[in-house]
């Protein structure tokens, strides 16, 4: 929540920026605020939060809808696409406040290792992000401790963000399919 409010406080600190009107708006506002766009300065906002995943079992945030014939002889289960709508928590634990869902799909799309091609919408459901969203697109390969992937897009607030997001895996257990995500993001925005 520190580096959340520190990003708020960066966001209000931006001089000279476009109205945001959040996801409500009418196709006329939306031009009016690209009219504005000449004016404006990019700004750089940091996000931390933790995404929690549970694919088995009970009070699943994530499904597989689709695999190949070959999925289930494949060491890295390659072809299953999975879809989440998983809790983006303050805390890395299940009771944490959530001030967001993460939902998409991803594919498990190596041959090589369990790697997943992901596209994901970080919704914001809290303070000033509420009903603004993040687009990630990337590829995912698990077992690595950090991995890189792009920010290509956003609305509301996020409108034409381009940026990066750092995932690490801070827990998963095997038989439950129940990991804890630890997310950073670094955004240029309007
Ligand atoms: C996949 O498996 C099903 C059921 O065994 C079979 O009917 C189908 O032809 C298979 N498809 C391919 C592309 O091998
Ligand atoms: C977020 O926005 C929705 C829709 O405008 C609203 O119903 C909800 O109360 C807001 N949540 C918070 C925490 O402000
Ligand atoms: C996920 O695993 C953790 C650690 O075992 C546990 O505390 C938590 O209740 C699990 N979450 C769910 C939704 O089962």
């Not at 001030?99 to 799309?109: E, F, H, M, N, S």
């Not at 809290?126 to 995912?140: I, P, R």
Request: with cysteine; proline share 5%; hydrophobic share 45%.
């Amino acid at each position: 929540m520190v580096k959340l409010s520190l990003a708020l406080i960066l966001c209000s600190m931006a001089l000279a920026m476009p109205a945001v009107y959040g996801i409500a708006e009418g196709p006329k506002e939306v031009e009016e605020w690209f009219q504005k766009l000449s004016h404006a300065k990019p700004k750089l906002t940091k996000l931390h939060f933790y995404f929690l995943q549970k694919l088995n079992g009970e009070k699943l945030t994530a499904v597989t809808v689709a695999k190949a014939n070959m999925t289930d002889t494949s060491p890295t289960t390659f072809g299953v696409i999975n879809v989440i709508d998983d809790p983006m928590t303050v805390e890395p634990h299940w009771t944490s406040k959530v001030v967001g869902r993460a939902q998409g799909l991803y594919a498990v799309a190596s041959l090589e290792e369990v790697s997943l091609s992901c596209f994901i919408n970080f919704v914001f459901t809290e303070g000033d992000y509420n009903g603004s969203s993040l687009t990630l697109m990337g590829q995912n390969p698990l077992r690595h401790p950090v991995r890189e992937m792009s920010i290509i897009g956003g609305s509301g607030v996020f409108r034409m963000a381009r940026g990066v997001a750092t995932f690490a895996t801070l827990f998963f257990d095997v038989p439950a399919k129940n990991a804890t995500v630890d997310v950073n993001i670094v955004a240029l925005h309007y």
